[in-house]
Nanobody
Framework: QAQLEESGGGLVQPGGSLRLSCSTA????????IGWFRQAPGKEREGVSC????????DYADSVKGRFTISRDIAKSAVYLQMNNLKPEDTAIYYC?????????????????WGQGTQVTVSS
């Protein structure tokens, strides 16, 4: 059974950093694109970043470029999201998700597997 589990969320002050982890199991990660999504209260779920497990190609939403970095550890079947210079508007539940696709980021309506999410709160 495929599983994704996020960890690393929490409360941080503006300008601070967090590192989210997405551990995976039960499927062949190599063939998937992994995406990080977030959903703030009253807003739609939006894509934040994604990475190709096969070749490491990455992409970012404009709102996080230069602040967030996505990476993968194939041996550990894990994907990470390093978030620096956090802003209050980054406050949301963050989800990792997997789609068996190549050449584009995962899309919410075609995701194969979702994690349960981890809360990130940026507040002073």
């Amino acid at each position: 059974q495929a599983q994704l589990e996020e960890s690393g969320g929490g409360l941080v002050q503006p300008g601070g950093s967090l590192r989210l982890s997405c551990s995976t199991a039960g499927f062949s990660l190599y063939y998937y694109m992994i995406g990080w999504f977030r959903q703030a209260p009253g807003k739609e779920r939006e894509g934040v970043s994604c990475i190709s497990i096969a070749d490491g190609t990455t992409d970012y939403a404009d709102s996080v470029k230069g602040r967030f970095t996505i990476s993968r550890d194939i041996a550990k079947s894990a994907v990470y999201l390093q978030m620096n210079n956090l802003k209050p508007e980054d406050t949301a539940i963050y989800y990792c998700a997997a789609e068996r696709v190549a050449g584009r980021c995962p899309r919410p309506d075609t995701i194969d597997y979702w994690g349960q999410g981890t809360q990130v709160t940026v507040s002073s």
